[in-house]
């Protein structure tokens, strides 16, 4: 009989795990910076991401809009895509664009993609 119990134990701790782990109760990931922290190129990048993303993407928030949300998208190893979590990657997204998502290479200078990157690292 006590054998049976250590089973049902250890079974109901298996199966809790799986439901935290499937309900996102995994690790935290933290909020993103606070916006009064952010430096002047952080700033100008939240202008950008406002202009140019906040319309299909959420930065503070999981879940999908018109796309995938974007928090936390840097401290992830990797993107919903699954391509590594980086800049090398994520710089000819922006510029070229990705399946329904239009590309800003025409639209944004190099100093404002950095600028752009930079609040992207801060979700």
């Not at 009989?1 to 995994?26: D, N, Q, S």
């Not at 952080?42 to 202009?51: C, D, H, P, T, V």
């Not at 190893?77 to 922006?94: C, F, M, Q, W």
Request: with cysteine; aromatic share 6%.
């Amino acid at each position: 009989m006590p054998e049976a119990r250590l089973r049902l134990k250890t079974l109901t701790v298996v199966a809790g795990a799986a439901v935290a782990l499937i309900a996102g109760c995994g690790p935290s990931l933290g909020p993103s910076k606070a916006v009064s922290q952010l430096t002047p190129q952080e700033s100008r990048g939240r202008a950008l991401y406002q202009q140019y993303c906040a319309s299909c993407h959420y930065a503070n928030q999981t879940g999908d809009l018109h796309g995938p949300s974007l928090f936390a998208m840097y401290r992830k190893k990797y993107l919903p895509s699954g391509a590594p979590a980086n800049d090398e990657r994520v710089t000819p997204v922006i510029l070229r664009g990705h399946n329904t998502m239009p590309g800003y290479g025409n639209d944004l200078s190099d100093q404002q993609l950095t600028d752009l990157l930079a609040y992207l690292h801060t979700l």
